[in-house]
């Protein structure tokens, strides 16, 4: 079975960092890409990073620069690292198998999604 679990999640004031992490399991790791997504209360799931198998990263426009993408396909596990967060950065972050076109530089996402997990940034 086919398996994503996000961890890494809580509650850190404004200016502060957490490490998201992606563990996957039941699929050959290193052959997908990943993507990683957020969805604030009220609002759409929109794209956040993507990864794709040969480590050729992503980052949308409004985290560049704060946020890092990383995987580590030993471990089966991909990271989002986040640094210098803002209360906008508030949402419940999900990882997603994959895959990215190098050529046209968009991730696309698949069908398996994790269950998430919830980043609060608040003072």
């Known amino acids: 079975q086919v398996q994503l679990v996000e961890s890494g999640g809580g509650l850190v004031q404004p200016g502060g960092s957490l490490r998201l992490s992606c563990a996957a399991s039941?699929?050959?790791?290193?052959?997908?890409?990943v993507g990683w997504y957020r969805q604030a209360e009220g609002k759409e799931r929109e794209f956040v990073a993507s990864?794709?198998?040969?480590?050729?990263?992503k980052v949308t426009e409004s985290v560049k620069g704060r946020f890092t993408v990383s995987r580590d396909n030993a471990a089966s596990t991909a990271y989002l690292q986040l640094n210098s967060l803002k209360a906008d950065d508030t949402a419940v972050y999900y990882c997603?198998?994959?895959?990215?076109?190098?050529?046209?530089?968009?991730?696309?996402?698949?069908?398996?999604w994790g269950r998430g997990t919830q980043v609060t940034v608040s003072s």
């Open positions: 990864i794709s198998q040969r480590g050729i990263t």
């Open positions: 039941g699929m050959v790791f290193s052959v997908w890409s």
């Open positions: 997603n198998q994959g895959r990215f076109s190098a050529v046209e530089n968009e991730y696309y996402a698949g069908v398996i």
